[in-house]
Every structure is written in C-alpha cells, then in structure tokens.
C-alpha cells in the first residue's frame, strides 16, 4: 500500500498555504525591487511580506475583533516604515500599500476563496513588476490620448452602469445598455490600434503602417495608399501589399468581434472567409517582394472622442430598428440584405446589430452568412475605392487582391448557402 499524502489532510491548510504564497509572492517582488537598498532601509522585505501573508491569513481565520486588531497592527507598521524611510529621502508609499494589499489578499484567502485571494496577489504582483513599463507608456502619450482615456473611463465606467438593462422600443429591438457596451468595446479595440500605430506605425515602413491602422480603419488606410498610386508610381508594389494587409486585418477583426459579441455566427463566418483572407494573403506576400523599407504615414484620428461614439450607437439604434423590421416582415433574407448593405460604410455596426437580435430569431448558419455579406459589400467598397482614387495610375492592379478576395469569399459563401 502506498504511503502517498493524502489530498484530505491538506485540504484545510490551502487557504493558509495560499495566504502564505501570496506574502512570499508580493514579497519577492519587493525584495527585488528594493535590492539596492541598505541593510534596515526597507519598508519591508521578503520575510516581512511572507509574515504578512501569514497574518492575514490567521486574519481571515479569526474572529473580526482580532481580524481588525491585527489589521490595525500591520498598518502600524508599515506606517512606521513609511516615515523612516521618507526621513531617509526615499519617498514612495509603493511598498507600504503593497504590504496593505498583501494583507487584504491573505485575508480574502482564507476568509472567502483561496483562489480570489491568488488573483488578487497575482494583478499586485502583476502591476508592481510593470512598473518601467507603465512609466514608459505614461511617458510616451501626450495630452489628447490622456484625455482620450479619461473620456473612455467616463464612457465606460460612468455612462455604462446609468442605461436600463431592458429591451425597448418598436419590436423591442433595443437595450441601451448592450449597444452601449459593445460601442465600449469597439472603442476599446480602435483605441488599442490608434495606439500601437502611434507607437510602432508613423514614419515606419508601408507594411507596417497598413496592418496598425486597418485596427483602427481600413477604409482609411486603403484610400491613403490608392491616393500615394498616384503621387509615388516607384513604390506601388509595397502600396498594393498594404492595400491587401489592410483587407486581412479587416477580416480578422470582423471574426474578433463575432467570437466576442456573437459566437455562434463565427464557424459558418471562419469558414467563409478563410478562403478569401488566404487569398488576400498570397497577394499580399506576392507584392511583400517588392518592397524596399520605404516609409509612410496615414492620418488616424482618434477613435475615442464622443463623436465616433455617438455615431457608431445612432447606427446600432437604427439598424437594430431596421433589422427587426425587416425580420418580422421579410424573414432572415430579409435581414441579410439589411446588413450587407450596412456593410458598404461599416462592418462593425453590422456586427453590433447582429449581436443585438435574438438566438431564437436567427439561424446560427443565416447569422454568420449575412455577416459574410456584410464584409463582401465592405470589401466591394474598398475595391471601387482604389479603383477610382488610383485610376490611370495602378488603382486597377492594387484593386485586384480585394476583387480576388470578393469573388472568392462570394463563391464560398454560396456553396455554403447551397447546402442549408
């Protein structure tokens, strides 16, 4: 018979264990942090936070009375410390508010879950170790981004938990609160592309430019490039390969948003435009051999003003009303021509609508065609777009990846509407 630890007897010591791991886990980060500084010229050290750990695990085991006194205690002490060190010209109350957390952890360990007192540790840890490069970010914005944030926090924090969580309106086809939450997200997604263009896209190379801000905007990135056929003829190979990039991120942030907002649509929609978005990638690695390292640079406005907002949630609203209308009286056909057409200027409110509509409402397989429609009138656009912005001057030849995409997407999705 083996003599193997019984998983039983160590079952109630896990919420102290994890208590304990929690002090040792902050505390090494802290350590490590402060290894520079003197003997006795620390808040608090490795053992220190481990013994944190250890309290206020024994914390959330006692009776609140001792719970708070030992609460109380900790505090006193990392006080303390906090005043000899600012004596000491080393003024940060980092360390004293991590030990606070630490406390608050362990305690959450044992009184609640040890597994919420983890997570709670871990984002500490987390956010105390990216110290350089939260600095780095901070340093790098300027004012209209820290402003851009504020107003995203306003957006999402203030104006989100104030709408009705209830369908209104004709067919009830609203519910403030969903459309307002995935205009957060679609917010949220741009911002983080406006970002990383700002950062790694202006003034670099044509590639890279295209695939940072087709997050942001495609339809803006490919009428910038069908603009430069025009003016810089040396470089239409790396112009046309950013044409066809920004038609893949399209695709694949369409399919981002549908796992996010509404999954079920997302295999018939994957699969649809897999062959599309292979195509446009073997385009797109046909002209890469062109280019040489030249530099570009398209203009991106901020996604996260409160005009963009108001403007993608009024054609939600819209649409949402439209889309129901046509359902009630038309059928899922009906619907499918709705949102294609939407499609032509925005694919994301195309998304948000679909989300909008109930499961019942919609097959899974007729949700993730009409989105498939929905990117083909968007990719048509586009393809019009280089077409005519570049015409005379290679807007033919940059435009025929998008045509080849279309044509292929489009077969696809009739074979797949053939066997419903």
Partial sequence: MSAGVNPAFIQPYLPLLAAIAIGLLIGIQRGWAQRSFGTGRRVAGF?????????????????DMMAAALAIGVAAVLTAGYVRSADQDHLSATTTLAGILTFSASYCATRFSPVFGLAIGGATFVMLSARHSMHAVLKGMDEQEIESVSRFLLVALVILPLLPDRAIGPYEAWN?????????????????????????????SILLVALTGAIVSSTAVTAEYARRLREEPAIRGPLAAGIAIASIVMFVRVQL?????????????AITMAP?????????????????????????????GFTPALILAGMVVVLSLVARWALHHFGEQGMAVVLTLTGI??????????????????????????????????????????VVIGWGHGGIRASVPLFAALLTAAASILAWAMFL
Avoid: C
């Fill in 47 to 63: 053992r220190t936070f481990g013994l944190i750990g250890l309290i206020g695990g024994i914390g959330g085991l006692a009776p």
């Fill in 176 to 204: 403030p609160r969903s459309i307002w939450l995935v205009v957060v997200f679609v917010m949220g997604l741009s911002f983080a592309g406006y970002a990383l263009s700002r950062r790694l896209g202006q003034d670099r």
């Fill in 257 to 269: 948003l549908a796992l996010a907002l509404i999954p079920r649509a997302l295999p018939t929609l």
């Fill in 276 to 304: 599309a978005t292979i195509v446009s990638v073997l385009f797109a690695l046909f002209a890469f051999r062109q280019h040489r390292g030249e530099s570009a640079k398209v203009s991106i406005s901020n996604p996260l």
């Fill in 345 to 386: 200027s925005d694919v994301d409110a195309a998304v948000i609508t679909m989300s909008g509509l109930p499961a019942h409402m919609l097959n899974d397989q007729i949700a993730g065609l009409s989105l498939g429609g929905a990117v083909l009138a968007n990719t048509f656009a586009k393809a019009v777009m280089t």
